[in-house]
């Protein structure tokens, strides 16, 4: 599926099984997202935003998905915070973050994590939670950098070749559809990141421009202070190109593998017995057989995953879409208590 604006892709995705109580309201304050917290220097000037609450080990992170920042983590910060330290950050480009100096790929993302735990003074292990394209970024780093994770949390994570496999029960045609729209959709992409450097997008002053800002998928109805902050951010250069560099890196084109499956193919990818929870959305209820078979296809690549740690599992999380942690925000906040839990288990039999 082709999403044509940057505000498309975080607000497009559709909404087994836990059941989880109602959903939780406390947030955090609106003023954390929308004004820098602290700003890292991670290579030369370049910084990275992080915001953390709370105290305790494991210090716990939270990387958000495709075109996300950290605000989209509002609603489990202050519950995690309540029995460890927890940190969202955005990466290059989003939130306020400074541009990226290199492609955004699962590779440079892994990398800029490393070194801002190692220039902010973030004790590791730590657990890793990533959502969406997030968690394939978290996968890497697992692979990359080994002895910095203590365990970690993906909340309906991207996979490896994710684009090949669940387009795999598609026609021959269907796929070429696929591809058509992806290049077209990828111009377009491209389009509202010229419109930005133009500063035709704040506000948006033709109907291309107002494409690029369509907000009309919000989940969540952010209201007020950050709804025109996320428009203020989705306007700017620096967002667009970041946008347009992770989705050229994660789109997979004419039956080749898309560069982050090329790069997690070239590690390997083992948690050992490090506790990993894979957390995957409700299937929908109605949807073409190609849909469904994309679905199942969705599932066992997540089962998989789980199978890379010795304790892992995949839980499917009953009434959510895509974004389980504004849809079912305690079936993440139990995930990770689960994951801290045994990390601090682990240390304790260790003696550490």
Known sequence: MVLKSLSAIIFGWCSCSLA???PIINVVPDSAFTS??????IDGARRLNIFCIGAGKPTVILDSGLGGGMMFWRHVMPQISAFTRVCAYDRAGYGFSDPATRASDATNAADDLHRLLRAAGIPTPFVFVGHSSGGLYGVLFAATYTHELAGAVLVDPSFAHQEE???APLTAAQRAANDADEVKGIAELENCLLLSRAGQLDPPKTKAASACMDTSGNPEKFGGALTRELFRQWSLPPTNAAYVSEYLSVTSLHGQPDPDSVELDRVHVDFGNKPLIILTRSPP???SP????AEAIWDAQHDALAKCS????NRIVSGAGHYIQIDQPAAVIDAVR?????VRANSTKRGD
């Not at 190609?290 to 078979?293: L, R």
């Not at 010795?310 to 599992?313: A, E, I």
């Not at 689960?338 to 045994?342: P, Q, R």
């Open 338 to 342: 689960s994951v801290v839990t045994e």
């Open 290 to 293: 190609q849909d469904k078979a």
């Open 285 to 287: 209820a109605a949807g």
């Open 36 to 41: 820098p917290q602290t700003l890292v220097p």
């Open 165 to 167: 496999l669940t387009s």
């Open 20 to 22: 989880y109580a109602a």
């Open 310 to 313: 010795s304790r892992g599992t």
